[in-house]
């Protein structure tokens, strides 16, 4: 009923919020919304018994799907940091001007829904319907309120996503037809024994449809455009929620059901996840652009996660869990800071900028701690992740590690680069006006960089929140 | 002493928060004092913890679990022995006098910054204790990286100057170079022995559970780290560079502490070493080639900070030859000794330039020794203690290296030697241009020129006392000494396989360094104190002054090829060749639009012609029964 | 050889000279004649093969009114060679070759077919093609098309209706 | 009369119909050669109809096999006559409106 | 047998009551309220109340799933009436007639439904093509009309005259015209060249009659030509009434066309996809476009055919209705708009969102996009193919790739619509309408969500 709840919720908001007209009202409704679900799922987090976060329903009978909602440790966690991720993306853009903002409320909490709906579903049609349920008004959202080139971005990242996830449907049928069960359900799912030169192929169209999603290099390429047109909120959403999609899909729905295929495809998998973590964060070195250097960022971070899944170990996949929680966290900070520049001096460039520090000094400090935490510096929650993704990586490959880790390295490069070109130096004619952030934007910094130290300093909630997963998995 | 442990990063932990938050509000006095009593506190507890462990009560305290996950459990765990006491003493008395100092250096700072940069140096404070303290080598890598934010940001704490932040960032990043290293060491253990506990890793069995590869591959890896950290050939370039900082930090963390992580590091995992010929033998060369290079460039350097700072590369260079040829007591007693006299000649260096307005040039300064008296003796002493002068504490900590050098390999302790020399040289070069002569800056300086207040006097009394008697702890057998060092870390250190010298080859030994030493000195002296070296250098002088165009170099190998890669990927690659794949698709798709909508003619008879065609080829296809279908099947 | 067998070759070799004609006729009158002898050699056909009724209905239908029809339509809109000018030669070309190789696919597999091979056609055994015979099949088991075919002519009539009128 | 006979006059009928189709521009002489394939089926059918007949004849004298076949003749007849009905009258509203019966000029749709 | 006799008298009906009344609006009542009296009619056969019983002998075979096809049809040209037909009164001064017309056309399609004779396959579609032909060229002013009537009409018959052939080979060999639409489908017979040959030549015609390429020349210059209106009925309704003649003929005959059928179907697939796909993606006017489009659709439904099973008819009923209701209600949308061309939806989500909301929906449903009933209408046809044989697999790939590019053409609609700046001009919209269009749009999500209430009423 819980994990019902949590879908309900943001749909009717998301339903009433196309009626309001007034822009306010909607706004403040939308974030009312968002608290309630965030409250919903911090219930189901703590307090809420197992039976709580099941829900079954009959939907098709004829065809072996039914509405099935299930949360387990990951899902629970990736909920919650959707749950969290809405308000504080709300409260963060709350003085952002947007025409027909009761549309743009809307399509917002209707993300809200597909985003939960992706992580609850226990039933592969379901969680296909919810897979594109959270594209579509993502689409809308980038196209209507984006920068100047978001009609052929955003179109780009539909198709090519849309795309994927054709693809993953002709996998989805092919599977369905090879299980002897005739059903949909993710228990039998698991149970397929796939095998032969076919299973391959599937395997493939899969992580096909999770890699654009994801983004792993070579599908990236939509990224960083659609980050970069996308308005800010909508870009906190899709780099903070929505790619974790597919790096959660790959942990829920690849690697259990194609455990052979996975194991003989991760050689290839892996060179590619550690070459686009390589190729990315150069490319970020040379990245003048604000949106596009995070964009870029979160792919090197991406790729890491992406090949330590298949790096096939527990250690390496506890990274990834935890990474999935805390890059959200910390790609939305950056996205705070960046949307809350872009907004008051009009530039995203990083060569037009400097000197913020002087004029805002708590918007400096909370942005290196943000920055710092992109390049996992301990005590901050990156570095829980990645330790023991690099640990699980290595544990598979001692190379693949020793070249992923380069990224380490030229992180470090290009992020204190951001820093010091955006913040430090002498103030110019751009910046010489720039004023201290606001109380909204401020606060709601604060309270993600105490999440970031606190889950920095004490991982251990997460671990035992995402561990019968992870059993799950393992024990298949 | 449980209840102990925790109190000593506690108390820096709090007054980096309450600095950091309070610094809008606080008054400067209030600033000074918390940032200094936390330390002063630490201190405080850190000698208590100190005379427990002299009593031989040594103890892990765990707290909580940082990471445990199904088949890794990484306790967040504190672990007080021998050496770690012995550098808690270091970090929080050094820091302690350091912080004491700076309440007067920094004084001319708004409260803001004054709040922020006391809150840094708590914070660095903090972290190098994590890095101590930490019982397994995670925590030591958090202390690991928090030092290096630290640092960063300390060197870049006067961020509106770009060449400043240049030199944190590249400070930093250089220092992850090595961190990758430390890392990749962590988890090979933990791949290895599925933990990273001290106490577990530092046993025989553990040690025979690895294998001779995986021993020499852990050792050089973290010797990776520790090159980064403790600027080593050839990731040393940022330490000369860190001196944008105010010196303060400098002398706490480009000199005293951070830089010796490295060197503890190394020490820590001594058991590990010794394990490894090649991997010593390669601590060994490093440190001694590091040694031996920063000598050479710090000959001809003008900047009071920088010839300092490649002193202490260079130091640091033969606390690692020490590490490599097994004498880690000796290079952990040179990490103190230098501690208190490096420490002493850069607040020294610190208080002429405060007395010189911020002027670092030697070549402006001369004759400072009427004006600075304190500041002159002081800085003497640490010269003198530096150059390895009997029985200064620098005589002993260098003395017991080099012997450890000669057991191992008399080439290494001749090149030694001759480093020696050169320092003894460069040093005198430096004290005979400041000090000595006449005054060559201009008449305002002179006007103002005066001697620094006592919270920095003071410091500099203290550090240069115990740069005079520090060497005490460690006299060698040889002179009649008991070691007390040696034994007092005995239980943690290895006992060094000496290959007994004889008492007159060491006697000759010392002789000889130390009557080089002299000589180069009475050499400096001479040469610098009436006519310095003013002109601009040539010939190789030129290149020593250039720091033999390492910079250039890296730049012109590492960095631009780098940095053209990256622009190559971004325009290129990205551009042209992956995005150009994904929209020459969406082109390939309306080019074809456009042809094969050339088909629709418009012409019925065209139209049927096509029909008529495709009927012929299905029944072609058809005959048969699909003789293509057939064809294509066989 | 037999008189029917003759007649056979004859009306053959008149159908195919004749729709031939048809093609090669530059003047729509003329081709409009040929086809009408195309009809009668073929309800000559019928008759050798004792369809009495669909020779007859084929040529007061076919030869008779519709063909009647198009005379007019030809006559109507005036046309004369002049008005249509030459296809492209090679298009011209396409369509004989590929009509051509759709010929010889066709009659060298259907030569070739089990089904008929040795079947003959007695010509004048059967009464099928009887009037009497296909009448009482046609308002007895094909009761249903034959009603349903007054529903095509009456769209056929509205269309007719709806086309040609001026409005 | 083998029935091969006449399955290749109707086919050659029917071909000479298509290649007509193909060749003319004149929109009423391609649709007479469409009458032209459709009379060939006829032919075709009549005579599987008789070839049908004569099968069963020599078992069943009473028999009435194959006379579907000569229905469906009667039947395309049917057809045809209304198809011509339709056809002439677009052919005439085309020439009233273009007065040109060439398909070659129907070439506004395109593309 | 309900639905060919009603629809036939209310085809008579019509025709009158052109001469009864001049007034358009009351012709365009009387023929929403006879489509509902067939309705009534066909939904009284349908559930066994009232029959109209004649001895077919064995012309005709009524079985659940033609009845059923029949039903949704008959309702979806029930709302094509009830949306367009204000637009198709207007078209020309014989409005009763059109209506007439397209009442002989369902008389057609309720043939195409339940022939079991290869006659009343030949005379269905000939009942449902004359009047085509005629619809076609009804705007007789217009040149595009007439050039687009006489090229359906030319080509059409020889299309016809290609299926004769066929069918007469077919009996040539067989000695009868039945088909037997209960005989147990792929249970191969040794059939020789005749038959194989005949069911190829139909088949090549039922190809053309469905627009699948090679045989799709006609359907963009006709759909194009054709007043917007009559397009509409033909491209979902017409077309859908193709596939049933096609799979009525093929459910029980595709094993008699040998391995052929296994090759030549893949190829009659990715040449439909690639043809009505990629060409619709240069086209600059929405008709146009929605031409290549239903090409582009026919292709996905013609995977119901590789499949031949219970999935695929049940996904071929759901593709007549997603298909057809969002057509319709594209094409009553586009009737609206006062230019056709991409440029001229610009901005329409400003002036008429309601309109806009309901266009996406269709569109998206087109696309097949989860949640409208679009996808589940791909997903049968697909699903269908693949249970037939796994092996299909690549198939399925190649046609989703082509899904993924008909997404271009879709969303260039959506984009003019709420992306773009513009005064989209449109002409006046009744409240009746944009109900109708709501009731559409709903439609397409609810079926989009439970494709299976669709299924419960066949089957219950």
């Given at each position: ?476 | ?163 400043y932040n240049y030199a944190a960032k590249k400070a930093f990043i250089m220092n992850r170079i090595g961190d990758l290293g430390f890392l990749l060491a962590i988890f090979w253990i933990i791949a290895k022995l599925g933990t990273v506990n001290y106490a577990d890793v530092f046993t025989n069995d553990s040690i025979q559970k690895l294998s001779s590869t995986d021993i020499t591959a852990i050792t050089i890896l973290l010797f990776v780290g520790a090159m980064g950290k403790s600027a080593q050939i050839p990731l040393y370039t940022w330490l000369p560079d860190a001196m944008a900082g105010p010196t303060p930090v400098s002398a706490l963390i480009h000199a005293a502490t951070m830089v010796t992580a490295g060197i503890y590091m190394i020490a820590r995992s001594n058991l590990l070493y010794s394990a490894s010929e090649v991997a010593q033998n390669l601590v060994a060369i490093i440190g001694l080639a590091t040694a031996l290079f920063s000598a050479t460039i710090a000959l001809k350097q003008n900047d009071i900070k920088k010839v300092l700072a490649y002193s202490t590369v260079s130091q640091l260079g033969y606390m690692f030859l020490g590490l490599g040829v097994g004498a880690y007591t000796g290079a952990v007693f040179h990490v103190m000794t ?297 | ?167 | ?24 521009r004149n929109a009423i002489i391609i649709f007479m050669c469409i009458e032209l394939m459709l009379n060939a089926v006829n032919l075709l059918l009549v005579a599987f109809s008789k070839m049908h007949h004569n099968t069963v004849l020599a078992a069943d004298k009473a028999t009435q096999a194959g006379i579907e076949g000569q229905l469906f003749v009667f039947f395309i007849m049917v057809v045809a006559a209304a198809e011509v009905s339709v056809g002439l009258a677009i052919i005439v509203m085309m020439f009233r409106n273009t007065h040109s019966v060439d398909v070659n000029f129907l070439n506004r749709l395109k593309n | 047998m309900n639905s060919i006799i009603v629809s036939a008298l209310m085809g008579m009906v019509m025709m009158f009551s052109g001469i009864v009344t001049n007034s358009k609006q009351s012709i365009k009542n009387i023929a929403i309220a006879a489509m509902a009296v067939l309705l009534v009619a066909h939904l009284a056969d349908a559930n066994d109340i009232f029959k109209i019983n004649i001895n077919v002998h064995g012309m005709l075979n009524f079985n659940r799933f033609g009845m059923y096809f029949t039903t949704l049809v008959i309702g979806a040209t029930l709302l094509y009436t009830i949306i367009s037909g204000d637009e ?373």
């Amino acid at each position: 009923m819980i994990s019902l709840l949590l879908i309900l919720i943001p749909l009717l908001g998301g339903l009433i919020t196309f009626v309001l007209k007034d822009a306010k009202t909607a706004k403040n409704f939308a974030l009312a919304v968002s608290l309630v679900t965030l409250a919903v799922s911090v219930f189901s987090v703590s307090g809420a018994a197992a039976s709580q976060l099941q829900y079954d329903a009959a939907w098709l009978p004829t065809f072996g799907s039914r509405f099935t909602l299930q949360l387990d440790g990951m899902g629970k966690m990736l909920t919650l940091l959707t749950a969290i991720s809405f308000p504080v993306v709300f409260i963060a853009t709350y003085n952002n001007e947007y025409k027909n903002a009761h549309q743009f409320f809307a399509l917002m909490l209707l993300t809200q829904t597909g985003l939960t709906g992706v992580f609850a579903a226990a039933d592969v049609l379901l969680f296909y319907f919810f897979w594109e349920l959270a594209l579509i008004p993502v689409y809308f959202l980038a196209s209507i309120w984006g920068g100047e080139k978001r009609i052929q971005v955003t179109f780009k990242f539909f198709v090519y996503t849309f795309l994927g996830s054709l693809l993953m449907l002709a996998g989805i049928v092919y599977m369905y037809y090879h299980n002897p069960e005739q059903s949909f359900a993710l228990s039998s799912f698991y149970k397929i024994q796939l095998t032969g030169a076919k299973s391959g192929l599937v395997f493939w169209l899969f992580f096909i449809a999770f890699a654009i999603k994801m983004p792993v290099f070579p599908f990236h390429t939509w990224q960083p455009d659609a980050y970069e047109q996308s308005p800010t909120a909508v870009t906190m959403i899709l780099s903070g929620v929505m790619v974790k999609m597919g790096v959660f899909a790959v942990i829920r729905w690849l690697i259990p059901v194609f455990p052979q295929n996975a194991a003989h495809f991760s050689n290839i998998i892996i060179i590619l996840s550690v070459t686009g973590m390589l190729y990315a964060s150069f490319i970020a070195i040379k990245q003048d652009d604000l949106k596009r250097l995070i964009a870029y960022s979160s792919i090197a971070h991406i790729g890491l996660m992406c090949a330590a899944i298949f790096a096939n170990n527990t250690t390496g996949l506890n990274g990834v869990m935890i990474q999935m929680f805390n890059h959200g966290i910390n790609v939305i900070g950056l996205w705070i800071v960046a949307n809350a520049i872009e907004q008051q001096l009009g530039t995203r460039k990083i060569s037009a900028l400097g000197g913020l520090a002087q004029k805002a000094p708590t918007l400096a400090i909370l942005l290196v701690v943000l920055a710092f935490a992109n390049i996992a510096l301990p005590l901050t929650n990156a570095f829980i992740g990645e330790f023991l993704m690099f640990n699980g990586l290595f544990t598979y490959n001692v190379w693949a590690a020793a070249i992923a880790g380069v990224s380490i390295i030229l992180g470090a490069v290009y992020t204190l680069n951001m820093v010091q070109k955006v913040f430090y130096g002498n103030t110019n004619t751009v910046t010489e006006n720039a004023v201290e952030i606001s109380g909204n934007v401020k606060w709601i910094l604060i309270v993600l960089v105490l999440l970031i130290i606190i889950l920095g300093v004490y991982p251990q909630p997460v671990f035992n929140l995402t561990g019968d997963t992870i059993k799950t998995i393992f024990n298949k | 002493m449980n209840q102990l442990v925790y109190l000593v990063p506690l108390f820096p932990l709090l007054g980096f928060l309450i600095n950091g938050l309070g610094r809008k509000s606080l008054s400067k006095s209030m600033i000074g004092t918390i940032g200094s009593g936390a330390i002063l506190a630490s201190f405080v507890v850190s000698l208590m913890l100190f005379f427990q462990v002299k009593n031989g009560a040594v103890a892990t305290v765990n707290y909580f679990n940082f990471i445990n996950v199904q088949n890794l459990t990484i306790p967040f765990a504190f672990q007080v022995d021998q050496l770690s006491s012995l550098f808690l003493l270091i970090i929080t008395g050094v820091g302690f006098l350091i912080h004491l100092y700076s309440t007067a250096y920094m004084h001319e700072e708004e409260p803001q910054h004054f709040g922020r940069y006391f809150a840094y140096l708590n914070l660095f404070v903090f972290s190098m204790l994590l890095l101590v303290m930490g019982a397994n080598y995670v925590i030591m890598f958090i202390g690991w990286e928090g030092v290096g934010l630290c640092s960063y940001l300390l060197i870049g704490f006067w961020f509106k100057n770009d060449n400043y932040n240049y030199a944190a960032k590249k400070a930093f990043i250089m220092n992850r170079i090595g961190d990758l290293g430390f890392l990749l060491a962590i988890f090979w253990i933990i791949a290895k022995l599925g933990t990273v506990n001290y106490a577990d890793v530092f046993t025989n069995d553990s040690i025979q559970k690895l294998s001779s590869t995986d021993i020499t591959a852990i050792t050089i890896l973290l010797f990776v780290g520790a090159m980064g950290k403790s600027a080593q050939i050839p990731l040393y370039t940022w330490l000369p560079d860190a001196m944008a900082g105010p010196t303060p930090v400098s002398a706490l963390i480009h000199a005293a502490t951070m830089v010796t992580a490295g060197i503890y590091m190394i020490a820590r995992s001594n058991l590990l070493y010794s394990a490894s010929e090649v991997a010593q033998n390669l601590v060994a060369i490093i440190g001694l080639a590091t040694a031996l290079f920063s000598a050479t460039i710090a000959l001809k350097q003008n900047d009071i900070k920088k010839v300092l700072a490649y002193s202490t590369v260079s130091q640091l260079g033969y606390m690692f030859l020490g590490l490599g040829v097994g004498a880690y007591t000796g290079a952990v007693f040179h990490v103190m000794t230098h501690a208190f006299f490096k420490a002493l000649l850069f607040l020294g260096a610190g208080s002429v330039i405060h007395a010189m307005h911020h002027e670092q040039d030697i070549r402006k300064m001369g004759g400072l020794k009427k004006h600075l008296p304190i500041t002159h003796i002081t800085f003497l002493l640490g010269c003198i203690a530096i150059s390895g002068i009997p029985p200064f504490s620098g005589f002993f900590s260098k003395d017991e290296i080099l012997a450890a050098a000669f057991a191992h390999n008399p080439i290494y302790w001749g090149l030694g030697v001759a480093g020696a020399a050169m320092t003894a040289f460069y040093m005198f070069r430096l004290y005979a241009t400041t000090f000595l002569g006449t005054f060559r800056g201009t008449q305002d300086q002179e006007h103002h020129l005066h001697e620094s207040p006592s919270a920095m006097t003071i410091p500099l009394i203290v550090l240069a006392v115990l740069s005079v008697i520090g060497g005490f702890v460690g006299v060698p057998e040889v002179l009649g000494g008991h070691h007390a060092l040696h034994e007092f870390l005995s239980p943690v250190l290895v006992t060094e396989q000496h290959h007994e010298i004889a008492h007159q080859t060491e006697y000759m030994l010392m002789g000889i360094s130390v009557a080089i030493a002299a000589i180069a000195i009475i050499f400096a002296i001479n040469k610098f104190s009436k006519k310095p070296d003013l002109q601009d250098a040539q010939g190789l002088g030129k290149t020593l002054e250039n720091k033999w165009y390492i910079d250039e170099l890296y730049d012109a190998v590492i960095v631009n090829p780098l940095n053209n890669l990256a622009g190559f990927f971004k325009n290129v690659v990205e551009k042209s060749g992956i995005d150009g794949i994904v929209n020459g698709v969406g082109r390939l798709v309306s080019y074809s639009s456009r042809q094969i909508r050339l088909i629709q003619s418009g012409q019925v008879g065209g139209y049927i012609l096509f029909m008529v065609m495709a009927i012929v080829v299905i029944v072609l296809i058809w005959v048969n029964d699909g003789f293509i279908y057939k064809l294509f099947t066989k | 050889m037999s008189a029917t067998q003759i007649l056979f070759w004859i009306l053959s070799v008149v159908a195919l000279f004749s729709a031939i004609m048809v093609l090669l006729s530059k003047n729509p009158v003329h081709s409009v004649l040929w086809l009408i002898a195309v009809f009668f050699s073929i309800s000559g056909h019928y008759i050798l093969l004792n369809a009495q009724f669909l020779a007859i209905v084929n040529m007061i239908v076919y030869a008779g009114a519709i063909m009647v029809l198009f005379l007019f339509v030809v006559m109507l809109m005036n046309l004369n060679k002049e008005t249509e000018p030459q296809k492209n030669l090679w298009l011209k070309l396409a369509g004989v070759v590929s009509g051509g190789c759709l010929l010889m696919i066709l009659v060298s597999l259907i030569r070739q077919a089990s089904e008929v091979t040795n079947k003959q056609v007695l010509l004048k055994d059967g009464n099928i093609g009887l009037i009497k015979n296909l009448g009482k099949a046609l308002f007895s088991d094909y009761v249903v098309p034959f009603e349903i075919s007054s529903v095509l002519f009456l769209s056929a009539m509205i269309g007719a209706v709806v086309i040609g009128k001026k409005n | 009369m083998p029935i091969q006979y006449y399955i290749v006059l109707s086919l050659a009928l029917f071909c000479i119909g298509i290649v007509g189709v193909l060749t003319r521009r004149n929109a009423i002489i391609i649709f007479m050669c469409i009458e032209l394939m459709l009379n060939a089926v006829n032919l075709l059918l009549v005579a599987f109809s008789k070839m049908h007949h004569n099968t069963v004849l020599a078992a069943d004298k009473a028999t009435q096999a194959g006379i579907e076949g000569q229905l469906f003749v009667f039947f395309i007849m049917v057809v045809a006559a209304a198809e011509v009905s339709v056809g002439l009258a677009i052919i005439v509203m085309m020439f009233r409106n273009t007065h040109s019966v060439d398909v070659n000029f129907l070439n506004r749709l395109k593309n | 047998m309900n639905s060919i006799i009603v629809s036939a008298l209310m085809g008579m009906v019509m025709m009158f009551s052109g001469i009864v009344t001049n007034s358009k609006q009351s012709i365009k009542n009387i023929a929403i309220a006879a489509m509902a009296v067939l309705l009534v009619a066909h939904l009284a056969d349908a559930n066994d109340i009232f029959k109209i019983n004649i001895n077919v002998h064995g012309m005709l075979n009524f079985n659940r799933f033609g009845m059923y096809f029949t039903t949704l049809v008959i309702g979806a040209t029930l709302l094509y009436t009830i949306i367009s037909g204000d637009e198709v009164v207007k078209v020309g001064a014989n409005s009763a007639d059109y209506f007439a017309l397209i009442f002989f056309v369902l008389t057609g399609v309720s043939i195409l439904a339940s022939y079991n004779n290869l006659l009343m396959l030949f005379l269905g579609i000939e009942i449902l093509t004359i009047p085509l032909f005629v619809l076609t060229g009804s705007d007789k002013k217009n040149l595009k009309s007439n050039e687009a009537s006489l090229k359906y009409f030319l080509m059409g018959s020889f299309s016809t005259g290609i299926m004769l052939m066929g069918i007469a080979l077919y009996y040539g060999a067989s000695g009868n015209f039945n088909i037997d639409v209960n005989r147990v489908a792929n249970e191969p017979v040794n059939s020789g060249i005749l038959i194989p040959l005949g069911l190829l030549l139909m088949f090549i015609a039922l190809a053309f009659k469905v627009s699948a390429a090679p045989f799709h020349f006609w359907t963009p210059d006709v759909y194009d030509g054709a007043p917007t209106v009559f397009t509409s009925f033909m491209a979902t309704i017409v077309k859908a009434a193709g596939f049933i003649a096609f799979i009525r003929l093929f459910e029980s005959r595709s094993a008699d066309m040998g391995v052929s059928w296994t090759i030549l179907m893949p190829v009659i697939i990715i040449a439909t996809l690639l043809v009505g796909n990629v060409t619709a993606v240069f086209q600059q006017s929405v008709k146009r476009m929605l031409a290549y489009s239903s090409i582009a659709q026919a292709g996905f439904m013609l995977f119901a055919l590789v499949g031949l099973n219970d999935v695929a008819k049940e996904g071929l009923l759901l593709y007549t209705v997603a298909y057809s209701i969002a057509t319709i209600g594209i094409f009553s949308i586009l009737l609206k708009m006062k230019d056709y061309t991409f440029e001229g939806y610009n901005g329409l989500a400003k002036t008429q969102p309601l309109l806009a909301f309901a266009n996406t929906v269709f569109l998206l449903s087109l696309a097949g996009i989860p949640l409208t009933a679009g996808f589940f209408a791909k997903y049968y046809v697909l699903a269908a193919a693949l249970k037939q044989d796994t092996s299909i697999l690549w198939l399925v790939i190649v046609a989703l790739v082509f899904a993924a590019i008909s997404a271009y053409y879709y969303f260039k609609v959506i984009q003019a619509m709420y992306f773009k700046d513009g005064e989209a001009a449109v002409s006046e919209i009744k409240p009746s309408f944009k109900l109708t269009l709501l009731l559409l749009a709903a439609i397409i999500i609810i079926v989009g969500i439970f494709p299976t209430v669709v299924f419960n009423w066949f089957y219950f």
